[in-house]
């Protein structure tokens, strides 16, 4: 028992490290602790658009495997301006790990690019992942079931990304789409688009904080829960939903943040990177709606990333269970040099990032991607910004998307 103890004991405190890393601000910010519950109970679109006087309507989708996704989208700009989606181009915008689609609107609307791109006449549609807290839904199974949870990103790649672009493509009259992805969200691209996977419904790939390799993460934090087998070790006591707001994990997280001398902002810089840009309007809105829930077998996939420089199938530990499910020994590798030469890519990454670290963002430019179309490919290096800058800094309109947005315009003609 005390074995058993003193294990339970390790895991939880590297636990508490990386979701201090995730929740991070809590100490220069903190909401009520009724206000992530209220916001949940109210929708994206009554809690995060509405009132900024946009628009805006609440979609499901459901995927092949039965989850039951959700959707918002602002068919048009602020006021009422051009708000009839006919004939416009539409934008999907696909948040990363531990987030949901509020990823998109944490700034004002003069700030955060679910807005700016809705002002800028695009039809936009904001994707939430299976797991966070608007698409726990499922056709047999309840969030609670250990089934439920039985996920890596190959599913939000293979299942949960094919079934919104589906929808949205169809929602639009057969529009091509223009695709946004952030962090997790660039990765579940990157693995879609390499399969070939609903390549003739979109239109172009704008990809912040690209991640298809994470063997030199610099994030001190991600790196030692991957070094210790973190995911792993929480799999084999069943624990399947990883969830960095739950209760104990909450309160011992609080209460290392108001420590003497414990900064929890700079925590967060600690697992993401310097971030230059954040303010604490966009923090506190931030804390109401993140950190969300993922598959504990998801983060057993990104740790095996970082471990072994690869970008492949969930590894099942086995030659047998492998193939079981692959027909292989192995897990398959995505081909990312397979996705289509001439397929339009934006890449935007930063200097300062820890988590989508510059030196894995040359290997996918000057390696995987090194015989794509040069007219094909945009890469913006920002030197001064980290992973939460591209989508909460308060300069990111200029910095990030006007260049994106003109980007597009170039695929549009």
């Excluded at 048009?76 to 790990?97: E, M, N, Y």
């Excluded at 790196?223 to 104990?248: H, K």
């Excluded at 030196?359 to 094909?376: E, F, R, T």
Aim: charged content about 15%.
């Amino acid at each position: 028992m005390s074995g058993g103890r003193s294990r339970s004991s390790a895991v939880a405190s590297l636990t508490i490290l990386l979701c201090v890393g995730a929740a991070a601000v809590l100490a220069a910010a903190r909401p009520t602790p009724g206000a992530s519950r209220a916001t949940a109970a109210n929708g994206t679109c009554q809690s995060r658009v509405e009132p900024f006087g946009y628009k805006c309507e609440e979609h499901t989708v459901t995927t092949a495997d039965g989850y039951i996704l959700s959707l918002q989208r602002i068919p048009g700009g602020r006021g009422g301006s051009g708000q009839s989606p006919g004939g416009k181009i539409p934008v999907l915008l696909q948040h990363g790990l531990l987030m949901d689609g509020v990823t998109w609107l944490v700034n004002s609307p003069s700030e955060s690019l679910g807005y700016i791109l809705a002002d800028g006449g695009y039809d936009v549609w904001i994707a939430n992942s299976r797991g966070t807290v608007y698409s726990r839904g499922h056709t047999t199974l309840s969030s609670t079931d250990p089934a439920y949870w039985d996920w890596s990103w190959d599913e939000l790649a293979g299942e949960d990304l094919p079934a919104v672009v589906q929808y949205v493509y169809a929602q639009s009259g057969q529009q091509r789409v223009h695709y946004v992805g952030h962090s997790l969200g660039t990765l579940i691209a990157f693995a879609a688009l390499s399969e070939g996977q609903q390549v003739g419904m979109l239109r172009s790939a704008a990809l912040l904080c690209p991640i298809a390799y994470l063997d030199e993460v610099s994030s001190p934090l991600a790196r030692a829960a991957a070094d210790v087998f973190l995911g792993e070790a929480l799999y084999w006591l069943g624990l399947n939903e990883f969830d960095p707001t739950g209760e104990t994990v909450h309160k011992l997280v609080t209460d290392v943040c108001l420590q003497p001398g414990i900064n929890c902002y700079n925590l967060m810089s600690v697992f993401t990177g310097d971030n230059c840009c954040l303010d604490n309007s966009s923090v506190q809105v931030f804390l109401a709606h993140k950190p969300q829930a993922s598959a504990t077998k998801n983060m057993v996939h990104l740790a095996q990333m970082i471990r072994r420089g690869t970008i492949a199938k969930y590894d099942y530990g086995n030659a047998a269970d492998n193939t079981k499910h692959y027909g292989q020994a192995t897990p398959p590798a995505y081909d990312v040099s397979a996705i289509p030469d001439d397929f339009p890519l934006f890449l935007s990454y930063g200097g300062r990032d820890s988590l989508s670290d510059v030196q894995d963002v040359d290997h996918l430019i000057h390696d995987a991607l090194k015989s794509h179309d040069g007219d094909k490919l945009t890469v913006q290096y920002l030197d001064d910004y980290a992973h939460a800058d591209f989508v909460m800094a308060g300069n990111a309109k200029e910095r990030v998307y006007a260049p994106l947005m003109a980007f597009f315009k170039l695929q549009e003609k």
